[in-house]
């Protein structure tokens, strides 16, 4: 497990605030600690500092997972935002999911037309339990 790399935080950072603006620092800064994201298997993990200290008693190849999944990083670096980041998202967040129409043109569309594109579902993590551990 290790920090994230200049760019690789560029990406994750890029790809919260389109969720939730501003609001990464409350992330980051809780009242309730001091929390931070690491990287172990090209995935992010969320953690806070006092679980981080007491996973470095663990070797790499040992360590499955520690703290909540926010996503992985891609084969071309991208960044893809997992389910269970969703719970972490929803109080700061603006809505999950991009709009592909604006206000305006949702009221007047095809009960069959695409509103929002997908970001997660909890499909999904049901589907890829076994890969996202």
């Known amino acids: 497990m290790r920090p994230l790399t200049e ?16 609001n990464i620092k ?20 969320y953690m806070s500092q006092n679980i981080l200290k007491l996973s470095t008693n663990i070797s790499r190849d040992k360590l499955v997972s520690v703290g909540t999944c926010f996503g992985k990083f891609t084969k071309t670096n991208k960044f893809r935002l997992h389910i269970t980041a969703l719970d972490f998202l929803a109080p700061y967040a603006k809505g999950f999911g991009v709009a592909a129409k604006t206000t305006q043109e949702c009221r007047r569309v095809d009960p069959m037309s695409i509103v929002v594109f997908h970001q997660a579902d909890v499909g999904e993590f049901i589907r890829n339990e076994d890969a996202l551990t």
């Open 7 to 22: 760019e690789e935080t560029k990406t994750f950072f890029e790809k919260l605030s389109k969720y939730i603006g501003e």
């Open 26 to 45: 409350l992330l980051v800064d809780r009242p309730d600690g001091t929390y931070c994201f690491r990287l172990h298997n090209n995935r992010v993990y």
